[in-house]
């Protein structure tokens, strides 16, 4: 059974750093693209960024280039997301996903069907 736990949300002031994690099991782990996901209240959700099975391609939505890292370690089955210079309107919550494809320009979709989504972290910035 596929499993995905986020952790490492928080509530922080804008300017902070915050690092998720997301644990997997149930799937191959080493063959998926990863990525994260956010959802703020009354939105839909979003793509935040994505890491390709190999390792050496990313993707980051236009918000968060140059503030937001992802990486994955594939002996722990774990993706993170290094989040720096956070702002309020990081506020929501994230979630990761095994993904179809991960190209510089585009992160694909959950590949593991919508019973795959994890609970989500939480994260709060404070201004």
């Known amino acids: 059974q596929v499993h995905l736990v986020e952790s490492g949300g928080g509530v922080v002031q804008a300017g902070g750093t915050l690092r998720l994690s997301c644990t997997t099991s149930g799937f191959y782990f080493e063959v998926y693209s990863m990525g994260w996901f956010r959802q703020a209240p009354g939105k839909e959700r979003e793509k935040v960024s994505c890491?390709?099975?190999?390792?050496?391609?990313?993707y980051y939505t236009d918000s968060v280039k140059g503030r937001f890292t992802i990486s994955r370690d594939n002996a722990k089955n774990t993706v993170y997301l290094e989040m720096n210079s956070l702002k309020p309107e990081d506020t929501a919550r994230y979630y990761c996903a095994a993904v179809a494809f991960c190209t510089p320009y585009d992160s694909g979709e959950n590949s593991l069907g919508e019973e795959s989504w994890g609970q989500g972290t939480q994260v709060t910035v404070s201004s």
């Open positions: 890491i390709h099975w190999q390792g050496g391609t990313t």
